[in-house]
C-alpha cells in the first residue's frame, strides 16, 4: 500500500468544485479519486479554470463506479473515512492514519446507504445551528488538513 493520504470524490457533481480540489491536491502532494459517473466531462473548461495550470500536478485516478473502486481500495489494504452530515464524530476527534482515503459526496446528493455503510469511519464537520453543509472543497481543505498536521 502506499502511504500517502488521498481524497475521493463520489459522483461529483461540479467541475469548480473538482477543479479546485485538484489543485489543493496538487499543492499537498495528495492523490485523487474520481469515482465517476461525475455530472460533467472532465475535460470541461470550467475544472480547468478552477483547476488552472495545477491540473497537470494532480495524481488523478478516475474509477468508472463504486464498485471498481472499492475493489481497488480492498486490494490497496487502505482505509476509507468518510465525511458525512450524518455522521455524528467530529473529524477532529478522530485519529487519521498514513493510506486513509477521504471520501466527499455528490454536492447535491451525498452518497448512498450502500456507500455510507461501505466506510470504516464516518466524521462530520460540526456546524452552527440548522446549517445543512458546507461547500466540498473547503470542506476537503479542511479535513485534509487536520489529517495533514496529525500525520506530519
Not at 11 to 37: H, K
Not at 43 to 58: H, I, P, Q
Not at 124 to 147: D, H, K, Y
Request: overall charge negative.
Amino acid at each position: 500500500m502506499n502511504g500517502r493520504l488521498r481524497i475521493a470524490l463520489y459522483q461529483p457533481d461540479i467541475a469548480g468544485n473538482t477543479g479546485t480540489i485538484l489543485r489543493l491536491a496538487a499543492c499537498l502532494g495528495l492523490g485523487v479519486d474520481i469515482i465517476e459517473p461525475a455530472g460533467f466531462p472532465l475535460s470541461d473548461k470550467a475544472l480547468k479554470r478552477a483547476g488552472m495550470d495545477y491540473l497537470e500536478m494532480a495524481a488523478l485516478t478516475r474509477h468508472l463506479d463504486w464498485n471498481t473502486f472499492e475493489d481497488w481500495r480492498k486490494e490497496d489494504g487502505r482505509r476509507l473515512v468518510l465525511l458525512s452530515t450524518r455522521a455524528t464524530t467530529p473529524y477532529t476527534s478522530f485519529s487519521f492514519a498514513d493510506g486513509d482515503i477521504l471520501l466527499f459526496g455528490r454536492e447535491s446528493a451525498g452518497v448512498p446507504d450502500p456507500v455510507h455503510q461501505a466506510a470504516d469511519a464516518r466524521l462530520t464537520i460540526p456546524m452552527q445551528g440548522t446549517a445543512r453543509s458546507i461547500n466540498v472543497a473547503l470542506s476537503v481543505a479542511m479535513v485534509a488538513g487536520e489529517a495533514i498536521r496529525q500525520l506530519e
